[in-house]
């Protein structure tokens, strides 16, 4: 069973020590538009790679590479923002999504908005009770709107292909994150300004249908810096709440980065939109001494 996330190590002899300094045969891209990334230097016994990912896709786009597919044959273990490998912890985390003190949209909305987005849901996803997604954090509730924005019957996301390949070649995966902690974000952003962006998605479907295709455009060409300017552009008041939804975030990656990577070759999948920008994660890592270097894709 896996879910996604927006719906938002030590060497044991000189033997292991060997097989995992060696390298995987990737040439570098001749320019910086790639999603794959490799990461070397500070002392790490191996290479490191950041791979920027798109959470929700049509099934047929969300395709690894064959570098990719080699980058995850060759390391030990794979992180992604959330270990959605893991139904344990991601069964405890659906605990978490519900508003503290039992609060509603009703609460949140006037009486005119509440019926427009309980109408909205009861006719685009019927399969799950309103009463079960009017408790939950609006942003949550929102995140599941995204897959109305493509035109496929068939969708899925890079995450799930990646975990779909790591269990093939039973690689280990792991999580930067938990779903408690992603749940926790969510209920630092105000319920009522999550309310109102829910609101403004229904009322704008095609302006943000739109805006989605042109990401999906964005991250084919693998446009890393595109993509964390489109992630950040002002258009909403959740936006305003960057630090916690994105920033924070990345800094808190970078600082795990070191005890995750240093003496096991890792693989870190994580939502394109990370990687780019002044306080991205590859930028960060820059900073922090790395060498970071592009790879094909």
Request: contains cysteine; hydrophobic residues 40%; glycine residues 6%.
């Amino acid at each position: 069973m896996k879910l996604s996330a927006a719906k938002v190590f030590s060497f044991l002899g000189l033997a292991l020590f060997f097989s995992c300094r060696q390298k995987t045969n990737i040439p570098e891209s001749p320019t910086s538009k790639t999603l794959l990334w490799e990461v070397t230097g500070n002392q790490l016994s191996s290479p490191a790679y950041f791979l920027g990912t798109m959470h929700m896709m049509c099934a047929n786009e969300a395709v690894l590479s064959e570098n990719v597919k080699a980058v995850i044959k060759g390391v030990d273990q794979i992180y992604l923002e959330v270990d959605m490998d893991d139904i344990a912890e991601l069964m405890s985390g659906m605990t978490s999504l519900s508003m503290k003190e039992g609060t509603t949209l009703a609460d949140l909305l006037t009486p005119q908005d509440y019926e427009k987005v309980k109408l909205f849901f009861e006719t685009h996803q019927p399969a799950i009770p309103f009463k079960i997604l009017e408790r939950q954090q609006p942003l949550m509730t929102s995140s599941g709107l995204y897959e109305l924005f493509l035109d496929c019957d068939q969708k899925n996301g890079i995450d799930l292909r990646i975990i779909d390949e790591a269990s093939r070649l039973k690689k280990v995966t792991k999580g930067l994150e938990t779903m408690a902690f992603q749940s926790s974000i969510f209920d630092s952003i105000p319920y009522q300004e999550q309310a109102k962006e829910l609101v403004k998605l229904i009322d704008s479907i095609g302006k943000y249908k739109s805006a989605m295709n042109e990401m999906i455009g964005v991250y084919r060409e693998q446009d890393i810096e595109k993509l964390h300017d489109l992630t950040t552009r002002e258009e909403s008041g959740v936006n305003s709440y960057l630090d916690l939804l994105l920033y924070d975030r990345n800094r808190n990656w970078v600082k795990q980065f070191r005890d995750i990577a240093l003496n096991k070759k890792t693989l870190f999948a994580v939502g394109a939109g990370h990687l780019g920008g002044k306080q991205g994660v590859l930028n960060l890592l820059r900073q922090q001494g790395y060498a970071v270097r592009p790879l094909m894709n």
